[in-house]
């Protein structure tokens, strides 16, 4: 789940790290009191949970509070990329020296947390990394040790970084990183981190992102910040067909048949199972395959759970058939998920055999699933055939034999 | 009586109801996905349950009432009717 800026720069600051004396509020009055506050330029920014807020007009400097008020009232009422501003935040207008960039990412591929630091600051660390591979400073941090300052230091010092500035910044990475682990997020950036002329640094600007899942664990944090048990925060709103898929889920309390994310391809995924919702989806994309959706079914959902979500991904349009695939199940069980599929089928009018273009859920139950999928014609496989296989099957029969790439 | 879903179909012996008060609130009480309701003493069988059934078969264990093995019947539609517990 993101933050808006103003959140994410409070999260900074109870962290330890030095912000600038900034001020939020969803009022253009309240913005010109700020600004009075702040003393000198300001800059008033659009408070969005997406980009592009320069270009479309969602930030302004302002030389006096009356300004700073009259660019609020604009910006208050500017759409961004279909998001209305949760506010502005007032900012003093900072005399930068250098800006850097510091941020801390998950790194699925490693498993771990890696700490990114760069000396060219205030633009995306992607394009610095693209083109300018030697101004970014790369180091990963343990998943159970302690963090250290040294960690931080090398990674800084890859940069070419020396003397007081590699002092003074090594801390403040050090505390970023402790606020990555500490409070679950997947993103931690500070950028623009600005080398003051007096030879400070204070965080400018600040992303921050929280595993979704570890939001009962930050519940005291979410509330401080003023952030809503029905807030989602994800990159954008969720579709129709997406709360469609969280209504079924909530529909009964016993196992889960959700989680469903919209795509725009044509091939049905019924999918879950100890992570192999996400297998089976890149194994799908692997063999060149199109999915509609994404989604997660397991802890033994009841066939109406089951039968809601296969009727929903049935439905969309676009979709003309699903694939209905797990990793080895222990607990969900194999024939009441066959069941939910099929009911869907049925209740929509439709030939199971035909609409359910292979089902591989092994484990738990399996011998009595296979015999209700043989009574409908559908066809199966057991755990002799692999989850990449079964994804291979799934493609070359929906989107056809021509679509496969491996 | 007996009433069948599409997977699943459910029979109870009326004679062993009739002759087992206490039948209808047993099954109500053991089944875990609600098949089986008591409303003023008398049974019903919960249609959009059936197809829930998780063949656990403690509703077939009524021999403690005194009710004879066999009046209560889960059958598996897509088995060839097959009777669970007496395949
Ligand atoms: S077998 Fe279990 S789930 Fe099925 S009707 Fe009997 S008690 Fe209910």
Known sequence: MRFFEYEAREIVKRSGIPVTDFGFTTDAAEARTIAERIGGSTVIKSQVLTGGRMKAGGVKFADTPEEAQAHAADILELEINGQMPRGVLVD??????????????WD??????????????????????????AHVGRVHLSNILPLS??????CIAQTGVTG?????LTPIVRKLAQLFVDNDMVLAEINPLAEMHDGSFIALDAHMDMESEARGRHKQLLKDLGVGDDETRMAREPTEFELAGEAVDNASHRGVAGNVTEFDGNIGLVIGAGGGSLTLFDAVRAHGGKPANYCEIGGNPSVEKACGLAKLVLQKPGVDKIAVM?????NTRVDIVARGVIKACLELDMDPAEKIAIFR??????????????????EYADRSVSMHEAARRAVAKIA?????TT | MRRDAIFIGIEVDQGALDEHSELPAHLTQVCPVDIYRETEGALEIVAENIDECVLCGLCLDTEHLGVAVGAVKVIKLYDDCAVLGAE
């Open chain 1, 164 to 168: 007081k500035a590699l002092q003074r």
């Open chain 1, 149 to 154: 300052d040294y960690q931080a230091k090398e």
């Open chain 1, 400 to 404: 056809g034999p021509e679509a496969v």
């Open chain 1, 361 to 378: 859920i092994p484990g738990a139950w399996e011998e009595e699933g296979f015999k209700i999928l043989e009574k409908y014609g559908i």
């Open chain 1, 108 to 133: 699925g591929t490693a498993k771990k947390p890696v700490i990114l630091f760069s000396d060219m600051g205030g633009i995306d660390i992607e394009d610095v990394a693209r083109e300018h591979p």
């Open chain 1, 326 to 330: 797990m990793s080895i199940v222990s």
């Open chain 1, 92 to 105: 003093p207008k900072a005399d930068v020296k250098q800006e850097y960039y510091a941020g801390v990412v």
